[in-house]
């Protein structure tokens, strides 16, 4: 009876879906465990290799704890709305809507034929109006919240309503303008309209507008993590800063907790530290540097707002630097400058953050005319626009004090400005003191003063003097949530005289009956007038009974911020989660993916659990309790060799393609454009004259990628390529090794279609089984490790199964399992992989697991085992990992009734496992000279004196006196001579 993996599997599949197996129940006496896996795009390309990596690793957690007698919640969806699908759709035309439910039925099949352990019963898909409509209703709840400084958590808006009716907002100051002030009269005062914009600017999702990245191309604003080297990181298409008005969410308000409670979760050090920069708190005092008259400040716009955590060098300010973008910027500069300024501002437009900041050698600004006067000494400082000051970090502005910082000192130098040393002997005037210790110099009433004492003492001053005030400085930017495209969840929001209102306000039913606002079926995805989205093209949708609708669509990340709630409770159809669903499962408490989404969807994602939380939703503020990044599995590309041949007379049309031998050969001869021609002429490529050669004939060999498909190992496949690329006796060349093979190159890259190195997961389930896959992803590193995949090295695992398989059963006699007792031996290795694979799999050392299987599979093989009493734990142990074969083994082998996973995860006995016996390498003077066995239990002086008895040992030390004898139990024996 040999190992059928393709009928095994394709069996236990079936069992598992028609027994559902997998499904979960809400209400049970067992401990929980929630294991989640990132939620997945369903890309038109299916999965490649690489992608099942995580959720191989949490499939292994969520069997493993089933087995330890958890109630385990382990659902699959989909984040089914973005600009991907839209963009596909406008490629290809078709609707957006047919080309998802067509990718997500390919992956369904794909991760069913990988067979994981997902209860598909809880399926969710942010494109569902059963979903999205709790989306909804979920930006309503931050629509009609602000955030308490005093208490430190969100409350309903109408609460605020009330103190301002009681109180005016002196007790609460304007997040968005700490200026803002009125008592309860004046609020009375104001009409209804005025109040409702000043309530937007306390709104935990507000409207607000913002210079924003905007691709004409994809008609639509993008984030900055989408914005690459000036362009659009899909389709590579120009982008530019334009003032738009947008929805935003007030993240800003939650990056204290954000931090804090960081240490509170099972992260990775890494990832934590990730957070904490993107977040970038940091102490320091916001200082205002007054504009004299004479530029035309406009109202409310008298100084410039400079925020800075390095006080105690305000002496060594010479300069001020705005961002290009600074709203100061178009009042301030002088008509002189005006020309210079805009041309720059032009320039920066297609710049993107991340060149701005990492851009170090090019040194680029503009004068704006204009000066400001220095608080403390009165000085003139000029004022330059920089493109390395970003409008959205602190308040856009920046106090240059080029002693004490390099970007500043460079600046400084390159045009010339004259540099204040606060540092002395310490700032040698070819680059800036950026060391926080010493004394402060040169700084009026501050020098002589310690970093700290200079720092306190300036913040004082300015406090007192109203020329500024202390402040906290987050780098954390409020989060973008307006998208001007079509495919993803409309607002629930409608416009009455331009003014928002929610769908739900006004309204004498439930707020839950007016949801969800449907996203219309449309034929044409082309944007709408004036930058806005292609539903505002939609004129009888746009004009509700209501109002008029919002035309803009929410990101990505709307649907993905709370979906793992979603999946405690998904066909509730009167709340997003009940909340006896929710008190159950808590925190995820196994969170798997990639660190791509450090910065994003984890920051969404826990700033949302938080609010609802406050607003008394759910009974937990973070959504992942523990934390695992996998590694990326790359590709292993290969390429072929071609030779480009220009302006010279050729006796045959085609390509020419060389072996590896040939290309390095030629790769030296490359720039000698003579000898080039003899080699080739030499090696059998007589299409290239030496008469004919022109002043602009020229030779190039460059390498190719080459579909991984076609190459095995490092051998091409011959026939094919030559069909591929039409290579025959009339046209081309192609130019082996002299054993006649074609030797192709290697490299580790990206797994990508580009650069034709995909390996379809599904092409390897059907030569090897989903088993060999599932334990090869493991075997090949650590999971959290990015490692290259080798398709040759899967032979290997497949035949530690075939090896596995010939315990339980023969090939001619069918199943060999026996009752016999097991020995010692026996027992004392089932039980260290006991151990092993139950630690391994706790720490998620998965790699380690496979190796011990093969190493028990070894031994037991090699003792000729075939005991139920060994094989039957053998089995459990095995089932997480590779859980068909051991359904299989379970079942039929060893003829239990239900499933494997209904089973106990077999416990260790740790005597078992103790050695009774062991080998020690017996040294003399530090050299090994023989071995010696002894009881687990002996101590020094048995060893000393069978040690020093021994032949072995009497002849290398050469009856020479013994000065010591060194014994470590376990471990190793020296004699000392």
Request: glycine share 6%; proline share 4%.
């Amino acid at each position: 009876m040999e190992y059928n993996f393709q009928d095994i599997e394709k069996k236990w599949k079936q069992y598992w879906e028609k027994n559902q197996v997998y499904q979960v129940t809400n209400e049970s006496d067992k401990p929980k465990c929630y294991v989640l896996d990132m939620f997945p795009y369903p890309s038109g390309a299916g999965l490649h290799v690489g992608h099942p990596l995580g959720y191989i690793a949490s499939d292994i957690y969520a069997r493993y704890k089933r087995l330890k007698g958890y109630n385990v919640l382990h659902p699959m969806g989909f984040d089914a709305f973005g600009l991907p699908a839209e963009q596909y759709a406008l490629e290809t035309g078709q609707h957006p809507a047919d080309t998802t439910e067509k990718n997500i039925a390919r992956y369904r099949e794909q991760l069913d034929n990988i067979g994981f352990c997902y209860d598909w019963s809880r399926e969710v898909r942010t494109s569902d109006p059963k979903y999205y409509k709790w989306t909804q209703w979920i930006f309503l709840q931050l629509f009609h919240s602000w955030y308490n400084r005093t208490t430190q958590k969100a409350a309903p808006i109408s609460e605020l309503v009330s103190v301002f009716e009681q109180e005016g907002n002196s007790n609460h100051s304007c997040p968005e303008d700490d200026t803002l002030s009125f008592d309860s009269e004046q609020w009375k005062q104001y009409s209804a309209t005025e109040q409702r914009a000043i309530l937007m600017h306390y709104r935990l999702a507000y409207q607000g507008h913002a210079q924003v990245w905007w691709c004409e191309a994809l008609g639509t604003v993008l984030a900055n993590d989408e914005v690459v080297n000036g362009v659009s990181e899909r389709g590579g298409h120009p982008v530019e800063r334009k003032m738009m008005r947008q929805w935003f969410l007030r993240i800003t308000e939650y990056a204290d907790r954000l931090i804090t409670s960081l240490d509170k979760l099972e992260w990775s050090d890494a990832m934590k530290e990730m957070q904490r920069n993107w977040i970038g708190k940091s102490s320091g005092a916001e200082v205002n540097f007054a504009l004299p008259m004479s530029v035309n400040a406009a109202e409310g716009n008298s100084s410039i707002k400079v925020f800075t955590t390095r006080p105690d060098t305000i002496f060594g300010v010479d300069f001020l630097v705005l961002a290009p973008e600074h709203e100061l910027v178009d009042t301030i500069t002088t008509a002189e400058q005006k020309n210079a300024v805009d041309e720059y501002r032009q320039y920066v437009k297609s710049r993107s953050e991340r060149e701005r900041m990492s851009e170090v050698k090019q040194v680029t600004g503009c004068f704006t005319g204009a000066y400001a006067v220095h608080p403390l000494n009165q000085n003139l400082l000029p004022v330059w626009i920089a493109e390395y000051v970003l409008a959205g970090y602190g308040t856009g502005a920046i106090m240059a004090v080029p002693s004490g910082d390099e970007r500043d000192h460079a600046f400084a130098k390159h045009f010339e400005i004259p540099i204040t040393n606060i540092f002395g002997e310490r700032y040698t005037g070819e680059n800036a003191y950026s060391e926080k210790s010493g004394n402060i110099e040169n700084s009026g009433y501050l020098s002589g003063m310690s970093i700290a004492e200079a720092a306190e003492t300036a913040i004082n001053t300015l406090v007192k003097i109203e020329a500024g005030k202390r402040r906290v400085n987050f780098r954390l930017r409020d989060a973008g949530f307006s998208r001007q495209r079509y495919w993803g969840e409309p607002f629930p929001i409608v416009y009455v005289n331009d003014v928002p209102y929610g769908v739900d306000e006004n309204n004498a039913t439930a707020s839950t009956d007016v949801l969800p606002v449907t996203l219309p079926h449309v034929d044409s995805y082309k944007p709408g007038p004036e930058g806005k989205g292609p539903l505002a093209n939609l004129e009888d949708w746009v004009q509700s009974a209501a109002g008029e609708r919002e035309t803009n669509t929410m990101p990505g990340y709307a649907g993905s911020s709370w979906y793992f709630l979603r999946y405690m409770d998904p066909h509730n159809d009167t709340e997003f989660a009940g909340r006896a669903a929710t008190d159950y499962w808590q925190q995820v408490d196994l969170y798997v993916g990639g660190t791509e989404h450090a910065v994003g969807h984890l920051l969404y994602s826990r700033m949302w659990t938080k609010a609802l939380y406050d607003l008394g939703h759910i009974g937990f503020d973070e959504p992942f309790k523990k934390l695992l990044n996998q590694g990326m599995i790359q590709g292993s590309s290969r390429f072929v060799f071609e030779v480009l041949v220009n302006n010279l007379v050729r006796s045959r049309k085609g390509r020419i393609f060389v072996s590896k031998s040939h290309y390095v050969h030629l790769k030296k001869t490359e720039n000698d454009i003579v000898k080039t021609i003899e080699y080739l002429n030499e090696i059998g490529i007589d299409c290239v004259s030496l008469e004919n050669k022109r002043e602009d004939s020229k030779i190039s060999i460059i390498r190719h990628h080459v579909d991984v498909n076609l190459v095995d190992g490092m051998l091409l496949n011959l026939p094919l390529f030559k069909e591929l690329f039409n290579i025959n006796a009339d046209s081309g060349y192609l130019l082996t090794e002299d054993d006649g093979t074609y030797i192709c190159d290697a490299e580790v890259e990206k797994m990508s279609k580009s650069k034709y190195n995909v390996v379809n997961p599904d092409n390897i389930v059907a030569q090897y089984g989903a088993d060999t896959f599932r334990l090869y992803e493991m075997f090949l590193g650590p999971v959290d490790v990015s490692k290259p995949w080798d398709t040759k090295g899967i032979e290997g695992v497949h035949r530690f199964l075939k090896k596995l398989w010939r315990l339980y059963a023969d090939e001619q006699t069918g199943w060999i399992i026996n009752t016999d007792a097991p020995t010692e031996g026996e027992l004392r290795i089932l039980h260290k992989t006991i151990k092993k694979v139950n630690e391994d799999i706790e720490r998620f050392s998965f790699n380690t697991s496979v190796s011990q299987f093969m190493i028990c599979v070894n031994e037991l093989t090699t003792l000729g085992c075939h005991k139920r009493a060994i094989l039957e734990p053998l089995t459990i142990l095995l089932t997480a990992f590779a859980p068909h074969i051991a359904e299989e083994l379970w079942q039929e082998g060893l003829q239990h009734k239900t499933t494997v996973l209904d089973a106990a995860f077999p416990e260790y006995d740790e005597q078992l496992i103790a050695e009774s016996s062991i080998t020690y390498g017996v040294s003399v003077n530090g050299k090994k000279r023989t071995e010696m066995s002894f009881a687990a239990t002996a101590e020094q002086a048995e060893v000393e004196t069978a040690v020093l008895a021994d032949a072995t040992v009497q002849k290398w030390m050469e009856d020479k006196p013994i000065k010591k004898f060194i014994f470590v139990k376990g471990k190793m024996i020296n004699v000392v001579v």
